[in-house]
C-alpha cells in the first residue's frame, strides 16, 4: 500500500515525537500552562548556571529566563522603553574616567528559599568567579576588577583595573548576563564548579517544580512571593501564566504536529515552509510579522566561523578565497526559501543598524577593493538582494515591496558577488596548488573542509551549510557537513571545529553600540584551543587593531555620538579581514498558537523578546493572556 507524499511526511513526524508527548503535564491545568519547546539535555541534573555543567541543557529550558536575575535589562526590540531596571534601582553611575561603577540595589527582593538578596551576594558573586576560573563570567571580571565592596545592603561599587565605560554590559541582559549567584547556597559548598545546585534558588517569579530524568523536559511553577522579585514589582498585574513547561518536540516538522494539536505554544524555530504552511491552514497561530516573511528578526548574525587558530583558516586570503566561492542566492534560497535578509557586514541588519550601518556604508563597501595578488577587484554587488526578491516575487506576488529601500529591509543591502576566479588567485597566493578539480594545501596534502552545523535545532542554518558545502566542493575544496547536535555549542566554545555555520555576533538590536559583543573580542580574552572560549569569539580572532577600536569604546560612553564611528571601524577591520563570513540576519520562523494564550510580542507590539532562550522571554511569560475561549481542563 502506497500512502501519499504528505500522509508519509505526518507519520515519520508522528514517530519522530517524544513518547511522553500526551502525558509531560500529567496533573497541570492546562489553560494555567505556557508550552514552550526546549532543548534536550545530556546531564538533566545540572542547574548551576554559572558553571559548564557537561552537557547540561537547563540554561536555556528555563533556568536562565526564568529563575535568575541581575541588575539590568535590554529589550533587543527596541524602542523608548528597551532599559529596563532591575535587582538595579537605576542606570549604572561611573565617575569621570569611569574607573568606578556603583549600583543601587532594590529593596525587598528575596531568594525562593526565603533568604533577603542583598549587595552581599553581589560581591560574592564577583569574587567567587575571579577566585575560580572556568565559571561563567570569571574571564571579565578577572580582567576588569581590582576590587569590589559594599558599604551597604544595598550599595555595590566597583573599581576598575582601567578605564571601561561599558563594564556594566557585563550586568545587562540582552540574551544573558552575569547573573547574581546566592551566597547563603554557594558558599556552604567546597568546589563551586562541581556543585550541581539541584535544586536551584529563584531569584526571579518561577521556581523549578519537576523534570525528566531523561532530559526531556523541565516544569517551573510561579512563586507564592512572585511579588518579592524584580518583575513582580515591575508588574502591572498579577502573572497569568502559573505553569512553564520547556519540552523537547522532535524535528522541525513534529513540531508543527504538535502545535497543530495544541501541545506546543511556543516554537523556538522550524522550517520555513513549516511556517508559510503554518500560517497559510492554521486559524489559531500568531506570527512576529503578519505578511512574508512571518518571521521574527534577530539582532543575531549567521555567518561561516573560521577557527582562525587552525591553518590554513590563520590566513585572511583563504577565508576571503572561501567567501568569494559562495553564490549567496543559493544559500538565500536553499535556507530560508527567499526569505532572508543578506549581512555583508560584521553585524545583524536589524533594528537600528540599517540606518547607523549599513546605509552610510553602502559607498564604502562599493568601493572596498581586494588584493588577489594579481589584480585589485571590487567584490561587492550592492544589487544581490533585489535579485532574491526578483526570484520570490512568483510565489509571493504583492507581498514582496517594490520600494528600493523596503526591499533593502526586508532582503538586505547587497552581498559579495560569487567570483570563483578570483578565489583562485587568492588560494594561489596563499602558496595552494590545483591538481585536477582539488586544490592542494602548501604542504601538498589535499585541502578539505569539516563544517559544523547544529542540525535539526536550527533548520535554516543546517540547510545553509549543505548548500555552502556543494558550492566549496564543487569548486575543489572536499567539504563534509558535520551535524554536532547537542554538542555542538560545547565544540565551538572548545575550539573543536575548522568552520562552523552559527553566529559569534549579537547586537543590542536598538542601539548602535557594539560592546555586546565587541567587548569579548578583545585579545586579553582568548583561550589556548582545548579550553574554553569565554562568549563570544568563537573564531579566536587576535588583531591588534581590533584592540585599539575595542579600547577606544571602552573610553566613550554608551551613549555618545562617537559610538557609531567607532563600530564602523570595526566593521570596515572585518570586512578586510574576514575573520568570519557574515551571512544573513537570524529571522526565526516562530509561530506562537493562541488556543490558550493571547498578547504574544508583535511587531506591532515588540514588549518584550519572543524566542524561548532568551532571558527576556520573562517579560512575555507575565505579559501573557489567557485565552478566555481556551478548552476549560
Known amino acids: 500500500m502506497k500512502f501519499p507524499r504528505f500522509a508519509v511526511i505526518a507519520l515519520l513526524s508522528l514517530a519522530a515525537l517524544p513518547a511522553y508527548a500526551q502525558d509531560f503535564i500529567a496533573g497541570i491545568p492546562r489553560n494555567e500552562t505556557l508550552i514552550i519547546q526546549g532543548t534536550p539535555q545530556q546531564n538533566a541534573d545540572w542547574f548551576n548556571v554559572w558553571a559548564p555543567g557537561g552537557g547540561g541543557a537547563a540554561n536555556v529550558n528555563g533556568l536562565q529566563q526564568l529563575t535568575t536575575d541581575t541588575f539590568w535589562f535590554i529589550n533587543p526590540e527596541g524602542g523608548p522603553d528597551a532599559w529596563q531596571n532591575a535587582l538595579a534601582t537605576e542606570p549604572p553611575a561611573y565617575n569621570a574616567d569611569f574607573t568606578q561603577m556603583t549600583v543601587k540595589l532594590r529593596k525587598g527582593i528575596y531568594w525562593s528559599d526565603g533568604v533577603e538578596f542583598t549587595s552581599d551576594d553581589v560581591v560574592y558573586t564577583v569574587k567567587t568567579q575571579i577566585d575560580h576560573p572556568g565559571m561563567s563570567w570569571s574571564a571579565p571580571f578577572s580582567v576588569n576588577v581590582a576590587s569590589v565592596e559594599n558599604p551597604d545592603p544595598l550599595t555595590v561599587v566597583f573599581h576598575l583595573k582601567k578605564p571601561n565605560s561599558r563594564f556594566h554590559t557585563l550586568f545587562t541582559v540582552r540574551w544573558n ?3 547574581i549567584m546566592p551566597k547563603h547556597v554557594f558558599e556552604k559548598v567546597g568546589d563551586p564548579l562541581a556543585f550541581k545546585n539541584n535544586p536551584p534558588v529563584s531569584l526571579s517569579a518561577y ?17 507564592d512571593d512572585w511579588q518579592r522579585t524584580s518583575i513582580g514589582m515591575a508588574a502591572k498585574e498579577p502573572p497569568q501564566v502559573k505553569y512553564v513547561v520547556y519540552r523537547a518536540a522532535g524535528n522541525p516538522e513534529a513540531r508543527v504536529i504538535e502545535q497543530r494539536n495544541h501541545n506546543l505554544d511556543v516554537i523556538n524555530d522550524m522550517a520555513p515552509e513549516g511556517m508559510f504552511a503554518m500560517m497559510r491552514d492554521s486559524k489559531s497561530v500568531a ?14 548574525l549567521p555567518s561561516v566561523l573560521f577557527n582562525t587558530k587552525k591553518p590554513p583558516f590563520d590566513n585572511k586570503d583563504v577565508r576571503w578565497a572561501l567567501a568569494l566561492m559562495i553564490d549567496i ?17 560584521a ?15 553602502q559607498d564604502w563597501l562599493t568601493n572596498f577593493e581586494l588584493d588577489t595578488g594579481s589584480r585589485k577587484i571590487k567584490p561587492y554587488d550592492p544589487n544581490i538582494s533585489a535579485q532574491i526578491a526578483t526570484m520570490v516575487r512568483g510565489q509571493w506576488g504583492d507581498q514582496i515591496p517594490t520600494d528600493p529601500k523596503q526591499l533593502q529591509r526586508t532582503f538586505g543591502f547587497g552581498w559579495w558577488k560569487q567570483d570563483v576566479q578570483a578565489a583562485s588567485e587568492l588560494l594561489q597566493k596563499a602558496g595552494f596548488k590545483k591538481s585536477g578539480n582539488q586544490w592542494l594545501k602548501p604542504d601538498g596534502t589535499p585541502f578539505t573542509i569539516r563544517l559544523q552545523v547544529e542540525g535539526d535545532a536550527i533548520p535554516t542554518l543546517a540547510r545553509a551549510g549543505t548548500v555552502i558545502a556543494q558550492q566549496w566542493s564543487q569548486n575543489g575544496i572536499a567539504t563534509k557537513v558535520d551535524v554536532a547536535g547537542p554538542t555542538n555549542g560545547q565544540r565551538l566554545s572548545t575550539g573543536d571545529f575548522e568552520a562552523a555555520i552559527y553566529w559569534s555576533i549579537e547586537t543590542w538590536g ?17 583561550k589556548p584551543l582545548g579550553q574554553i572560549q569565554p562568549p563570544r569569539n568563537l573564531q579566536r580572532w587576535q588583531d591588534p587593531r581590533l584592540d585599539q577600536i575595542i579600547a577606544k569604546n571602552r573610553s566613550i560612553a554608551f551613549d555618545s555620538s562617537d559610538v557609531t564611528k567607532v563600530g564602523q571601524d570595526f566593521l570596515k577591520l572585518a570586512v578586510e579581514e574576514m575573520p568570519m563570513i557574515p551571512l544573513m540576519a537570524y ?47
Request: proline letters at 10%.
Open 587 to 633: 529571522n526565526k520562523f516562530a509561530p506562537f498558537d493562541t488556543t490558550y494564550w493571547t498578547n504574544y510580542p508583535s511587531a506591532e507590539n515588540p514588549y518584550s523578546a519572543s524566542g524561548p532562550n532568551w532571558s527576556n522571554i520573562r517579560y512575555m511569560v507575565t505579559g501573557l493572556k489567557a485565552n478566555q475561549n481556551a478548552p476549560k481542563n
Open 347 to 361: 553585524t545583524p541588519p536589524t533594528g537600528s543598524a540599517p540606518d547607523d550601518y549599513y546605509a552610510p556604508m
Open 287 to 300: 506570527s512576529w510579522l503578519k505578511g512574508f516573511p512571518y518571521a521574527h528578526p534577530d539582532p543575531t
Open 207 to 223: 521556581v523549578l517544580q519537576s523534570y525528566d530524568k531523561g532530559g526531556n523536559w523541565t516544569i517551573w511553577k510561579l512563586r
Open 177 to 179: 548576563a552575569a547573573w
Open 329 to 345: 542566492r543559493a544559500v538565500a534560497l536553499g535556507s530560508y526559501r527567499g526569505a532572508a535578509n543578506l549581512a555583508a557586514l
Open 510 to 526: 536598538g542601539h548602535p553600540d557594539l560592546s555586546f559583543f565587541l567587548d569579548s573580542y578583545h585579545s586579553e580574552f582568548i
